[in-house]
């Protein structure tokens, strides 16, 4: 069952690699199902360099457990601990799993290290539960080993403060546009600016090869089905032939390949990677194409990364949280259409094609749409919570503020901006959270307003939310109006240049100014969802009726699965599947007043078409201080968006002096602008 996705051969021009025709015996295309096989032709051999004897080979008894504290135990094979053990992984300790949230909840400072552990824990038990079940797939115990290497690596390629740091990527060249002159400072930068279509996958797998080069090892492009290059010799090194299954012991063509590492690549970028034309290398058989799904599931958004992460992330912030392990063991393969045909690599052009996808029985429709609610709830409690998203925001402006004079120094001396770490593997090793601490002690005088915002932030001042309000964006036979939905659609900069003109306008009505400037507030728009913005997630995933002996037949009898009858489960389905709304966040506390006025006379001049006089509010004055000189661009990857909602944090505040919290949630305050406000 061939496609032209699955390639077995690689276009030399696009990546440097040869044309390579797979065997009929290669790897995992071999027609018998037989793991093991002592009669199996040996790899070729390297040819000798007299040093061999100084690497260091890997035997089963390097294996060992750790506890952990959402799956007990997890074991770690010889292979997975020589990455572990690598400098590259081990950086993962210093990597806050969800950024700011420790600014909120005490016990929210758990790292990816113990994520990537999970991830690992969780892929090579469910790729490991459908080989046993699934024997006709011909999934070999080397496509077990490559999928939790994948898990256990997916992560590695995190800046500071894991999804901030992709913000702060995303918007810094709207804030050097707007502010050309710092330009200048990246002058002595010989390394070029990361591309901007950048994202951690991205680094994860340039991390990947540094890892293997920490190890003395390298993937060879023109010999994909030969054990790894063999860069360097010590003891420290580890012989490429040993980088293998150790359990079943004598596991047939059980040395990790090259083309086994395309293939964890691929696991981790969740598409073919860029270089290859749109073409899945590292698994060629259409009936393997399940593997990918595991860590990254392109069709329903269900796969072990999120499994591990909601149970941990909530566990460490709301409360104790377990896993569903049925998710895990009732997990099968069978054919399946695409439901996202235009995103999907592998579909035809003229429409959806059939996969073979990891599928559930229908009786775990409903454990699905738990799985999906968690996500929204953690998005509303953790992830997106009002106060860590201003944690958020600050530490946005540190890095912007501190990016075009801090220098950090690269593994051999060379200086490099924070910005410029992500496609470098021997700066990215040197960036992690304890930049905020470099930054805090640095002697260089240009860097005081980046230090006085980390010493707000030391203080706990955080940036307060001005306005916090939810919007209508669906269409309904009972919607008052489409004023939501406009206000929606707009950019970011659109409604903070709304705001400003309304500001502008008070103050030429009446002939005095109005302290509020573009630097003085944040705008965010936030979409916290089930998975699929507006639509139902379960559309995208496939249930077959019930375990059938079809399920564990040949591949041909695989039975055919479905989207699930939503009908049957209407009082479990929400009226609406996302919660969008506007945040506005003010930098001086002493803005929060006027902000929030000025936004709701802007608002309901939106709804009514034209502004109101404004009133004299007894008791409702605020002494307003001149507007202060910071940076309002907070994009992240859309481009007009002030701060990246989707950034996960934290929750809801463990203490009892956020006033945010305190006063009845800053929604919309619709009485008329106090004249007292306007007055400097």
């Not at 990016?403 to 090793?429: K, Q, W």
């Not at 940036?463 to 916090?468: F, G, P, R, T």
Request: glycine fraction near 6%; proline fraction near 5%.
């Amino acid at each position: 069952m061939d496609s032209p996705y699955y390639a077995s051969s690689v276009d030399s021009s696009a990546s440097g690699v040869r044309h390579f025709s797979l065997s009929g015996n290669d790897d995992d295309d071999n027609n018998n199902n037989n793991d093991t096989d002592a009669s199996s032709p040996p790899f070729k051999r390297l040819k000798s360099t007299g040093q061999e004897g100084s690497l260091r080979k890997l035997t089963y008894a390097d294996k060992t457990q750790t506890n952990d504290e959402i799956h007990q135990s997890i074991e770690i094979c010889p292979v997975m601990k020589a990455f572990v053990d690598t400098k590259v992984f081990q950086r993962l300790r210093h990597i806050h799993q969800l950024g700011t949230s420790q600014y909120v909840y005490m016990c929210g400072d758990h790292n990816r290290f113990q994520h990537s552990l999970g991830v690992a824990h969780l892929a090579e038990r469910m790729c490991r539960n459908i080989k046993s079940e699934q024997p006709a797939l011909r999934s070999t115990e080397k496509d077990v080993l490559c999928v939790k290497l994948a898990g256990l690596l997916h992560d590695i390629g995190h800046g500071p403060f894991s999804h901030v740091y992709e913000a702060f990527r995303a918007q810094l060249p709207n804030y050097l546009e707007k502010h050309p002159q710092l330009r200048m400072q990246y002058r002595d930068c010989k390394h070029p600016e990361v591309p901007q279509d950048w994202a951690h996958e991205d680094s994860s797998l340039i991390m990947l090869d540094a890892a293997l080069a920490e190890m003395g090892l390298q993937i060879d492009d023109k010999m994909l089905d030969q054990p790894l290059k063999q860069i360097a010799h010590g003891p420290k090194m580890i012989d490429a032939t040993t980088m293998r299954v150790f359990k079943p012991p004598n596991v047939k063509d059980g040395v990790l390949t090259s083309r086994d590492f395309i293939f964890i690549k691929e696991c981790i970028y969740g598409k073919p990677l860029k270089e290859n034309n749109g073409r899945f290398i590292g698994r060629q058989r259409k009936e393997l194409e399940w593997l990918y799904d595991i860590v990254n599931n392109r069709h329903s958004g269900l796969d072990v990364d999120k499994i591990d992460y909601y149970a941990r992330d909530h566990n460490r912030t709301i409360g104790s949280k377990s896993i569903d392990i049925k998710m895990i063991e009732d997990a099968r393969v069978a054919k399946a259409t695409c439901s996202q045909p235009e995103k999907c690599p592998t579909c035809n052009a003229n429409g959806p094609s059939e996969h073979f996808m990891i599928c559930y029985p229908s009786k775990r429709t409903e454990a699905a749409m738990n799985f999906f609610q968690e996500r929204l709830n953690m998005h509303s409690t953790v992830y997106q919570h009002k106060k860590t998203t201003s944690v958020g925001c600050m530490l946005l402006d540190i890095l912007r503020i501190a990016d075009p004079f801090f220098r950090l120094r690269g593994t051999n001396g060379e200086a490099f901006p924070i910005s410029r770490a992500a496609n470098r593997p021997d700066y990215l090793l040197r960036l992690k959270d304890d930049v905020l601490s470099l930054i805090e002690h640095s002697d260089d005088n240009r860097l005081r307003p980046a230090q006085d915002l980390i010493e707000r932030i030391n203080g706990h001042d955080m940036y307060k939310c001005a306005v916090d309000l939810p919007l209508d964006v669906e269409v309904h036979d009972d919607m008052e109006d489409q004023c939501g939905k406009q206000v929606y659609e707009m950019s970011e900069h659109e409604i903070k240049t709304g705001i400003l003109l309304e500001a502008q306008h008070w103050s030429a009505k009446f002939g005095f100014k109005i302290a509020l400037g573009e630097d003085d507030f944040i705008v965010d728009k936030y979409c916290m969802h089930h998975g699929a913005k507006s639509s139902n997630p379960l559309e995208r995933m496939r249930f077959f009726d019930e375990m059938s002996e079809k399920l564990f037949g040949p591949i041909d009898d695989l039975p055919t699965a479905s989207a699930p009858k939503l009908s049957d489960y209407k009082c479990k389905n929400p009226t609406s599947f996302q919660k969008v709304g506007i945040r506005i966040y003010v930098r001086e506390e002493t803005k929060k007043g006027i902000v929030n006025q000025i936004f709701n006379q802007w608002f309901e001049g939106l709804k009514s078409g034209a502004n109101e006089e404004p009133q004299n509010t007894p008791g409702f004055a605020q002494n307003e201080g001149e507007a202060m000189d910071g940076n309002e661009n907070h994009d992240d990857y859309n481009n007009h968006r002030d701060f990246s909602g989707h950034i996960p944090l934290s929750q809801e505040s463990v203490d009892g002096d956020d006033e945010d919290d305190e006063r009845a949630q800053f929604y919309m305050d619709r009485s008329p602008i106090p004249l007292a406000l306007f007055w400097v």
